[in-house]
């Protein structure tokens, strides 16, 4: 599955088959993810061979492939052909190499001794023709196959002379007059029948062919056939390509050429050629075979290298798309493609239900989450979608300040305009209309009423008890820090603030000047002032106090003093007499 999207429903089947392979040593392969049943078996190099569904039957041609145990060019570069008995890939190290006629001789595994007495070949010009034309014996005492030309014709007798490689001389040989018409242009003379008069011949030097009786040969070098310093060997036959040599005189040498086999293209002088293949335009067994156009696809073939096979590719043709290496493409075509603006421009996701080329027209709007449709998604066009706006996403930052959030205009196109909204009683308004944050609220717990302010519901605490409300933060957040505050001239009797209740307070009616305060009237007239009770309720208890040796005091008002000087004397009563002041003012 996906989410919004197409789903990748590929599959590869070796995660179920892959035992069935790899419990034989082969390897497991799915080419096409989406193909069903299409798994196969596939030998392991340098064994060759695969089978869809099951077991590959492997071959190993140990002639062909370079493994530790085959051939690779062993035989080959001896001049020896090799051959493989037993192309199973269980049967190794059975190869044999076999040396070529005239030569003879194999070995399993290894290059093989070869053998050649050159006496027993037959030919025009070979050894035991030769000597046997001339009723002599031949004799070749190496019978290497590398220890060529070393044969004897041996004279019967009484002459018993020998001669190597040619007949011997046993009687007359015509090249002692004859042999610089040969030599003179780089041949040899040759008196093929010493007792036969004018049968000498000039003959051509190896690797050139040819000769003629009693004159100058004319000589052919075919370097495809032969072997020398500029000749092809076996360099093409080597590597399966054709040799040619487009002039075959004994002066033209170098000019030989290798091609490739067909279906494969490429020559090259003096060298095996380097062979390419579009496997797109021949049909051979690992070639695309139409399968590509048989399927309406283009095909390519990305590597035209010989050795480099089954890379073909195949592509759909636009406005579909995919490709697939050596097999037809499964082509999709995915309408969003053309379509996904027109979408996208209503803040809505396209989605192709159908991606195969031949379903076309069935595309269509989705909302996006967290809208939601209204209905079914219109196929192509967009959906009726319910937009629950930008709150979802931002409430929480609203709430963290006391605050509700409102989407002024909820639909995907109008973003950044969501606002957070004081609550009631709060009042307040966001910082900025046009941009989305937390609006900036007051809560007066004095001013209004509410559970938590100093009214709740009976009036104002405070202001019935003839004190002042304060409410120190009107954040929404911050509730219940509203105090009452003593009104002068009454003071707080501690500096302690009581929150959410009445304050403290005491009168001094001594200190304070108020309509019931002392406002002087004792120390203007030099008494003291004394309050005996502070509480707010208890006014006009001042009391002044004459100061001594004057005595009196009044309450509310100046005390009228008296001065009885008889209460600091003793002069009456030091004799016996009683003393009285007749004038006792101050």
């Known amino acids: 599955t996906a989410v919004a999207m197409v789903a990748d429903c590929s599959f590869d089947e070796c995660t179920l088959h892959g035992d069935t392979c790899t419990n034989v040593g082969q390897t497991c392969e799915d080419p096409g993810p989406l193909v069903e049943n299409d798994w ?93 034309d001339a009723n002599q014996e031949c004799r070749d005492t190496n019978q290497d196959s590398k220890s060529l030309s070393d044969w004897e014709c041996i004279c019967p007798p009484p002459a018993n002379t020998t001669a190597v490689a040619m007949v011997a001389d046993c009687s007359f040989d015509e090249c002692t007059l004859h042999g610089d018409t040969c030599t003179n242009v780089g041949q040899t003379c040759e008196d093929p029948g010493p007792l036969v008069e004018n049968d000498w011949l000039c003959k051509c030097v190896d690797p050139s062919v040819g000769s003629k009786v009693g004159n100058v040969a004319e000589c052919v070098l075919d370097e495809c056939v032969k072997t020398c310093p500029t000749c092809a060997g076996t360099t093409c036959s080597a590597v ?48 695309s075979n139409g399968a590509c156009t048989g399927a309406m696809q283009t095909c390519h073939d990305p590597d035209k290298s010989a050795s480099n096979r089954t890379n073909w590719v195949c592509t759909c043709v636009p406005p579909a798309y995919d490709f697939a290496v050596a097999q037809a493409a499964t082509c999709v075509y995915n309408e969003c493609h053309e379509h996904e603006k027109d979408c996208h421009q209503v803040g809505q996701i396209c989605v192709d ?98 559970a938590t302010c100093a009214d709740s519901g009976s009036g104002n605490l405070c202001l019935l008890n003839g004190q002042n409300c304060v409410d120190p933060d009107t954040n929404p957040l911050a509730l219940g820090d509203w105090y009452c505050e003593c009104v002068d001239p009454q003071t707080p009797k501690t500096m302690t603030v009581a929150t959410a209740a009445l304050a403290d307070c005491e009168l001094l009616e001594c200190d304070k000047t108020c309509s019931t305060c002392s406002n002087g009237a004792c120390t203007g007239v030099g008494q003291t002032c004394q309050d005996p009770d502070t509480d707010i309720s208890s006014t006009n208890d001042w009391i002044c106090t004459c100061v001594p040796p004057a005595v009196g005091s009044a309450t509310g008002k100046a005390a009228e003093c008296v001065c009885d000087e008889c209460l600091t004397s003793t002069t009456c009563t030091d004799a016996g007499q009683t003393c009285y002041d007749a004038d006792k003012t101050c």
Do not use: F, R
């Open 240 to 287: 399966g390509q054709t040799c040619l040599d487009a002039d075959t005189s004994a002066n033209s040498t170098g000019d030989w050429n290798c091609t490739c086999a067909s279906p494969e293209s490429g020559t090259a002088l003096v060298s095996a050629a380097h062979c390419t293949i579009d496997e797109c335009a021949v049909t051979c067994a690992t070639c």
């Open 40 to 132: 196969l078996c596939k030998c392991v190099d340098p064994s060759v061979g695969s089978k869809v569904g099951n077991v590959a039957e492997c071959v190993l041609d140990e002639c062909v492939k370079t493994c530790p145990t085959c051939a690779g060019d062993a035989c080959s570069k001896e001049g020896q052909t090799c051959v493989d008995p037993n192309t199973s890939d269980k049967s190794t190290s059975d190869w044999v190499c076999t040396c070529p006629p005239p030569s003879h001789g194999s070995a399993i595994a290894n290059t093989a001794s070869c053998i050649l007495d050159e006496c027993k070949e037959t030919c025009a010009t070979c050894a035991g023709t030769t000597c046997s």
């Open 353 to 450: 239900p159908n991606t195969d080329p031949l379903s076309v027209n069935d595309w269509q709007c989705e909302c996006v989450p967290p809208a939601t449709n209204a209905g079914t998604s219109n196929t192509g066009g967009p959906a009726m979608c319910d937009y629950p706006g930008e709150c979802p996403m931002h409430e929480a930052t609203c709430l963290a300040a006391g605050q509700t959030c409102d989407d002024l205009d909820p639909t995907p196109s109008s973003t950044g305009d969501w606002v957070c909204e004081c609550v009631p009683p709060a009042t307040g308004y966001p910082t900025n209309t046009q941009q989305a944050g937390v609006a900036n609220c007051t809560l007066n717990e004095c001013e209004i009423q509410c």
